[in-house]
Nanobody, 124 residues
Framework: VQLQASGGGLVQAGGSLGLSCAAS??????????TGWFRQAPGKEREFVAG????????YYADSAKGRFTISRDNAKRTAFLQMNNLKPEDTAVYYC????????????????WGQGTLVTVSS
């Protein structure tokens, strides 16, 4: 499974960005995958942002993302999304999408596949 994250960029505080995570690979269609978004700010450890179940009926958010970010997915297009609204300078980070077989987890070490990351910069 290969994951390709995109959609990062520079935005002013209070603005919005939408990230996408496209999955490919023959094995992807053979399993059900939970998808997660993580981020890593300069000098900080990677942290969980949001997760979504395979069929999209369950979503999970870090406290920092609740009420501002929305995770979704379109399995027909093999793509997951992270819509980020009301962005703050502290949201500045490289955002990674990840996939794992089976149920949701907020721990990055539980994820089997990772995208390359996309940089989000929020200016004040």
């Amino acid at each position: 499974v290969q994951l390709q994250a995109s959609g990062g960029g520079l935005v002013q505080a209070g603005g919005s960005l939408g990230l996408s995570c496209a999955a490919s690979g023959r094995t992807f269609a053979s399993y059900t995958y939970t998808t997660g978004w993580f981020r890593q700010a300069p000098g900080k450890e990677r942290e969980f942002v949001a997760g979504i179940s395979w069929i999209g009926d369950r979503t999970y958010y870090a406290d920092s993302a609740k009420g501002r970010f929305t995770i979704s997915r379109d399995n027909a297009k093999r793509t997951a999304f992270l819509q980020m609204n009301n962005l703050k300078p502290e949201d500045t980070a490289v955002y990674y999408c990840a996939a794992k077989r089976g149920p949701y987890s907020a721990y990055g070490s539980d994820y089997d596949y990772w995208g390359q990351g996309t940089l989000v910069t929020v200016s004040s």
